[in-house]
T-cell receptor
Framework: NAGVTQTPKFQVLKTGQSMTLQCAQDMNHNSMYWYRQDPGMGLRLIYYSASEGTTDKGEVPNGYNVSRLNKREFSLRLESAAPSQTSVYFC??????????????FGPGTRLTVL | AQTVTQSQPEMSVQEAETVTLSCTYDTSESNYYLFWYKQPPSRQMILVIRQEAYKQQNATENRFSVNFQKAAKSFSLKISDSQLGDTAMYFCAFIIQGAQKLVFGQGTRLTINP
Protein backbone atom coordinates (compact mmCIF):
# COMPACT_ATOMS: atom_id res chain seq x y z
CA ASN A 1 0.00 0.00 0.00
CA ALA A 2 1.89 3.06 -1.29
CA GLY A 3 -0.46 5.73 0.14
CA VAL A 4 0.47 9.12 -1.35
CA THR A 5 3.42 9.25 -3.73
CA GLN A 6 5.18 12.29 -5.16
CA THR A 7 7.70 12.75 -7.96
CA PRO A 8 10.34 13.99 -8.11
CA LYS A 9 11.88 13.98 -4.62
CA PHE A 10 14.35 16.74 -5.48
CA GLN A 11 14.49 19.32 -8.26
CA VAL A 12 16.69 22.30 -9.10
CA LEU A 13 15.36 24.88 -11.57
CA LYS A 14 16.63 28.10 -13.01
CA THR A 15 14.48 31.22 -12.77
CA GLY A 16 11.88 31.21 -15.53
CA GLN A 17 11.87 27.46 -16.11
CA SER A 18 8.68 25.47 -15.80
CA MET A 19 7.98 22.12 -14.23
CA THR A 20 5.18 19.90 -12.97
CA LEU A 21 5.12 18.10 -9.64
CA GLN A 22 3.21 14.85 -9.76
CA CYS A 23 1.11 13.34 -6.98
CA ALA A 24 -0.89 10.12 -6.85
CA GLN A 25 -2.86 8.34 -4.12
CA ASP A 26 -4.14 4.79 -4.01
CA MET A 27 -6.58 5.17 -1.10
CA ASN A 28 -9.60 6.09 -3.26
CA HIS A 29 -9.77 9.49 -1.56
CA ASN A 30 -11.97 12.21 -2.97
CA SER A 31 -9.96 15.22 -1.81
CA MET A 32 -6.37 16.11 -2.64
CA TYR A 33 -4.16 19.04 -1.60
CA TRP A 34 -0.89 20.80 -2.36
CA TYR A 35 1.03 22.54 0.43
CA ARG A 36 4.34 24.32 0.64
CA GLN A 37 6.59 24.33 3.70
CA ASP A 38 9.07 27.14 4.29
CA PRO A 39 11.63 27.41 7.13
CA GLY A 40 10.08 28.57 10.40
CA MET A 41 6.57 28.16 9.06
CA GLY A 42 4.02 25.45 9.04
CA LEU A 43 2.51 24.08 5.87
CA ARG A 44 0.46 26.50 3.79
CA LEU A 45 -2.22 25.40 1.38
CA ILE A 46 -1.60 26.26 -2.27
CA TYR A 47 -4.53 24.57 -4.03
CA TYR A 48 -6.94 21.80 -3.29
CA SER A 49 -9.37 19.57 -5.12
CA ALA A 50 -12.43 18.57 -3.12
CA SER A 51 -13.45 16.01 -5.71
CA GLU A 52 -12.54 14.85 -9.19
CA GLY A 53 -13.15 17.66 -11.65
CA THR A 54 -12.93 20.54 -9.17
CA THR A 55 -10.04 22.70 -7.96
CA ASP A 56 -9.91 25.70 -5.66
CA LYS A 57 -7.33 28.20 -4.48
CA GLY A 58 -5.83 27.93 -1.04
CA GLU A 59 -3.85 30.45 0.95
CA VAL A 60 -0.89 30.98 -1.44
CA PRO A 61 -1.96 30.15 -5.04
CA ASN A 62 -0.07 32.83 -6.97
CA GLY A 63 2.46 31.43 -9.43
CA TYR A 64 0.93 27.94 -9.48
CA ASN A 65 -1.61 25.97 -11.45
CA VAL A 66 -3.10 22.56 -10.73
CA SER A 67 -4.80 19.76 -12.59
CA ARG A 68 -6.93 17.00 -11.11
CA LEU A 69 -6.24 14.48 -13.85
CA ASN A 70 -8.47 11.79 -12.36
CA LYS A 71 -9.43 10.61 -8.90
CA ARG A 72 -5.92 9.30 -8.21
CA GLU A 73 -3.73 12.10 -9.57
CA PHE A 74 -3.30 15.79 -8.75
CA SER A 75 -0.46 17.75 -10.33
CA LEU A 76 1.06 21.13 -9.47
CA ARG A 77 2.63 23.25 -12.20
CA LEU A 78 5.04 26.13 -11.95
CA GLU A 79 4.85 28.00 -15.26
CA SER A 80 7.75 30.38 -14.65
CA ALA A 81 9.70 29.48 -11.54
CA ALA A 82 10.93 32.21 -9.19
CA PRO A 83 13.42 32.02 -6.29
CA SER A 84 10.52 32.74 -3.91
CA GLN A 85 9.11 29.34 -4.87
CA THR A 86 12.09 27.55 -3.36
CA SER A 87 10.38 25.34 -0.80
CA VAL A 88 9.38 21.82 0.14
CA TYR A 89 6.11 20.80 -1.48
CA PHE A 90 3.73 18.27 0.02
CA CYS A 91 0.78 16.56 -1.54
CA UNK A 92 -1.96 15.16 0.69
CA UNK A 93 -5.26 13.34 0.32
CA UNK A 94 -8.34 12.81 2.44
CA UNK A 95 -11.76 11.23 2.49
CA UNK A 96 -12.35 12.57 5.98
CA UNK A 97 -15.41 14.54 5.02
CA UNK A 98 -17.19 11.24 4.53
CA UNK A 99 -15.97 9.85 7.82
CA UNK A 100 -16.22 13.11 9.67
CA UNK A 101 -12.70 13.44 10.96
CA UNK A 102 -10.94 15.26 8.09
CA UNK A 103 -7.62 13.41 8.49
CA UNK A 104 -5.17 14.15 5.71
CA UNK A 105 -2.45 11.72 4.59
CA PHE A 106 0.76 13.22 3.29
CA GLY A 107 3.27 12.26 0.63
CA PRO A 108 7.04 12.32 1.26
CA GLY A 109 7.54 15.82 -0.16
CA THR A 110 9.50 17.39 -3.02
CA ARG A 111 12.41 19.70 -2.25
CA LEU A 112 12.49 22.37 -4.96
CA THR A 113 15.29 24.91 -5.37
CA VAL A 114 14.97 27.79 -7.83
CA LEU A 115 18.26 29.51 -8.65
CA ALA B 1 -9.39 34.13 10.27
CA GLN B 2 -8.34 30.85 11.83
CA THR B 3 -4.84 30.76 13.30
CA VAL B 4 -2.67 28.31 15.21
CA THR B 5 0.16 29.41 17.48
CA GLN B 6 2.96 27.25 18.82
CA SER B 7 4.93 29.43 21.23
CA GLN B 8 7.92 27.10 21.69
CA PRO B 9 10.17 27.12 18.60
CA GLU B 10 12.54 24.58 20.17
CA MET B 11 12.56 22.20 23.13
CA SER B 12 15.09 19.73 24.41
CA VAL B 13 14.71 17.01 27.08
CA GLN B 14 16.53 13.90 28.27
CA GLU B 15 15.45 10.47 27.18
CA ALA B 16 12.69 8.97 29.37
CA GLU B 17 11.50 12.39 30.57
CA THR B 18 8.04 13.76 29.96
CA VAL B 19 7.64 16.79 27.72
CA THR B 20 4.65 18.99 26.90
CA LEU B 21 4.32 20.97 23.68
CA SER B 22 1.95 23.94 23.68
CA CYS B 23 -0.57 24.96 21.05
CA THR B 24 -3.29 27.58 21.01
CA TYR B 25 -5.70 28.32 18.22
CA ASP B 26 -8.29 30.88 17.31
CA THR B 27 -11.61 30.23 15.65
CA SER B 28 -15.20 31.30 16.03
CA GLU B 29 -16.47 27.89 14.95
CA SER B 30 -17.64 25.29 17.44
CA ASN B 31 -17.20 22.10 15.42
CA TYR B 32 -13.66 21.30 14.37
CA TYR B 33 -10.86 18.75 14.63
CA LEU B 34 -7.39 19.16 16.10
CA PHE B 35 -4.26 17.26 15.15
CA TRP B 36 -0.64 16.86 16.12
CA TYR B 37 1.68 15.87 13.28
CA LYS B 38 5.27 14.68 13.67
CA GLN B 39 7.87 15.45 11.00
CA PRO B 40 11.15 13.56 11.52
CA PRO B 41 14.30 14.35 9.50
CA SER B 42 12.91 12.16 6.70
CA ARG B 43 10.36 15.00 6.11
CA GLN B 44 7.41 12.59 6.18
CA MET B 45 4.37 14.09 7.94
CA ILE B 46 3.02 11.53 10.40
CA LEU B 47 -0.24 11.91 12.31
CA VAL B 48 0.42 11.47 16.03
CA ILE B 49 -2.97 12.12 17.58
CA ARG B 50 -6.39 13.53 16.74
CA GLN B 51 -9.07 15.22 18.87
CA GLU B 52 -12.67 15.97 17.96
CA ALA B 53 -13.76 19.29 19.47
CA TYR B 54 -17.15 17.91 20.47
CA LYS B 55 -15.51 15.26 22.65
CA GLN B 56 -14.63 16.35 26.18
CA GLN B 57 -12.41 13.34 26.81
CA ASN B 58 -8.76 13.93 25.96
CA ALA B 59 -7.33 11.71 23.23
CA THR B 60 -4.56 9.24 24.05
CA GLU B 61 -2.33 7.14 21.79
CA ASN B 62 0.16 5.05 23.75
CA ARG B 63 2.80 7.49 25.12
CA PHE B 64 1.10 10.49 23.51
CA SER B 65 -1.80 12.34 25.09
CA VAL B 66 -3.39 15.74 24.76
CA ASN B 67 -4.79 18.31 27.14
CA PHE B 68 -7.70 19.86 25.27
CA GLN B 69 -9.17 22.99 26.83
CA LYS B 70 -11.91 24.14 24.46
CA ALA B 71 -12.85 27.30 26.31
CA ALA B 72 -9.21 28.40 26.44
CA LYS B 73 -8.63 27.21 22.84
CA SER B 74 -5.62 25.25 23.98
CA PHE B 75 -4.42 21.87 22.68
CA SER B 76 -1.14 20.72 24.23
CA LEU B 77 0.66 17.46 23.49
CA LYS B 78 2.28 15.42 26.25
CA ILE B 79 4.90 12.83 25.40
CA SER B 80 5.62 10.41 28.25
CA ASP B 81 8.77 8.30 28.58
CA SER B 82 10.33 10.16 25.65
CA GLN B 83 12.49 8.18 23.23
CA LEU B 84 15.28 9.15 20.84
CA GLY B 85 12.94 8.40 17.95
CA ASP B 86 10.63 11.17 19.15
CA THR B 87 13.16 13.74 17.93
CA ALA B 88 11.31 15.68 15.22
CA MET B 89 9.38 18.80 14.34
CA TYR B 90 5.87 18.73 15.77
CA PHE B 91 3.04 20.65 14.16
CA CYS B 92 -0.30 21.47 15.68
CA ALA B 93 -3.15 21.84 13.16
CA PHE B 94 -6.90 22.17 13.05
CA ILE B 95 -9.67 22.03 10.50
CA ILE B 96 -13.23 23.24 10.63
CA GLN B 97 -15.79 20.46 10.18
CA GLY B 98 -16.85 20.38 6.54
CA ALA B 99 -13.97 22.60 5.41
CA GLN B 100 -10.97 21.64 3.30
CA LYS B 101 -8.27 23.90 4.74
CA LEU B 102 -6.00 22.42 7.39
CA VAL B 103 -4.41 25.28 9.34
CA PHE B 104 -0.94 24.62 10.75
CA GLY B 105 1.12 26.22 13.49
CA GLN B 106 4.76 27.16 12.97
CA GLY B 107 6.07 24.01 14.57
CA THR B 108 8.17 23.05 17.60
CA ARG B 109 11.53 21.37 17.08
CA LEU B 110 11.86 18.71 19.78
CA THR B 111 15.19 17.07 20.54
CA ILE B 112 15.45 14.04 22.81
CA ASN B 113 18.96 13.70 24.24
CA PRO B 114 20.49 10.37 25.30
Amino acid sequence: NAGVTQTPKFQVLKTGQSMTLQCAQDMNHNSMYWYRQDPGMGLRLIYYSASEGTTDKGEVPNGYNVSRLNKREFSLRLESAAPSQTSVYFCASSDGLQRGHNEQFFGPGTRLTVL
Amino acid sequence: AQTVTQSQPEMSVQEAETVTLSCTYDTSESNYYLFWYKQPPSRQMILVIRQEAYKQQNATENRFSVNFQKAAKSFSLKISDSQLGDTAMYFCAFIIQGAQKLVFGQGTRLTINP
